[in-house]
Antibody, heavy 127, light 108 residues
């Protein structure tokens, strides 16, 4: 069974750094992109970006470019989301999910969706 | 940046059909994906490529598209369908994805 297990809740102060993780199991980690999604009551779900574990290629939403760093370690099947300096506005639930691109026989690849999600990591930033 | 517009809320009586729209300039060229999120849970993919259902998703959930607007329909609405629904699609580059603002479905 494909599964993503995220690290636990974090409470941090503004200006501190933080890395949260997302460990994959039940599939070949390098095969699919991993997405990070932010959720707040005010804005709902926000797509932050994706990483391709096989070559660490990354793509960021313009809203998050330069604000966070997304990475992956193929050797331990784990993706990461990193902040170098947190702000109160980073308070949210963060999800990782498999950004699945399917390659059917004799057809061109297509994006299938975010079909496996982690349980979410709550990040609270407060002085 | 690119925006996908959804109505904030939709109310429907049990057994009726709920329709949720998602509008965006790039939708004629980009597929839409729909997610259901119940309170306290992670989202669940319910529609991919505008109108395809993943395995295990009831036939009551269907999707359609017309120009810059796509529609998620839930027929024979049940109390269990009360949730937030989000659309997702890519911008014109096809590489960067966005979620809609979300629609809360209330079953009366």
């Amino acid at each position: 069974e494909e599964q993503l297990v995220q690290s636990g809740a974090e409470m941090k102060k503004p200006g501190e750094s933080l890395t949260i993780s997302c460990k994959a199991s039940g599939y070949i980690f390098s095969r699919y992109w991993v997405a990070w999604v932010r959720q707040t009551p005010e804005k709902g779900l926000e797509w932050m970006g994706i990483v391709y574990p096989a070559d660490s290629d990354t793509r960021y939403s313009p809203s998050f470019q330069g604000q966070v760093t997304i990475s992956a370690d193929e050797s331990i099947s784990t993706a990461y989301l990193h902040w170098s300096s947190l702000e109160a506005s980073d308070t949210a639930i963060y999800y990782c999910a498999i950004h699945r691109v399917v390659v059917p026989p004799s057809n061109k690849p297509f994006y299938y969706g975010l079909d496996v999600w982690g349980q979410g990591t709550t990040v609270t930033v407060s002085s | 940046s690119y925006q996908l517009t959804q109505p904030p809320s939709v109310s429907v009586s049990p057994g009726q059909t709920a329709r949720i729209t998602c509008s965006g300039d790039a939708l004629p060229k980009q597929y839409v994906y729909w997610y259901q999120q119940r309170p306290g849970q992670a989202p669940v993919l319910i529609i991919y490529k505008d109108s395809e259902r993943p395995s295990g998703i009831p036939e009551r959930f269907s999707g359609s598209s017309s120009g810059t607007t796509v529609t998620l329909s839930i027929s024979g609405v049940q109390a269990a369908d009360e949730a937030d629904y989000y659309c997702q699609s890519a911008d014109s580059s096809g590489k960067i994805y966005f979620f809609g603002s979300g629609t809360k479905v209330t079953v009366l």
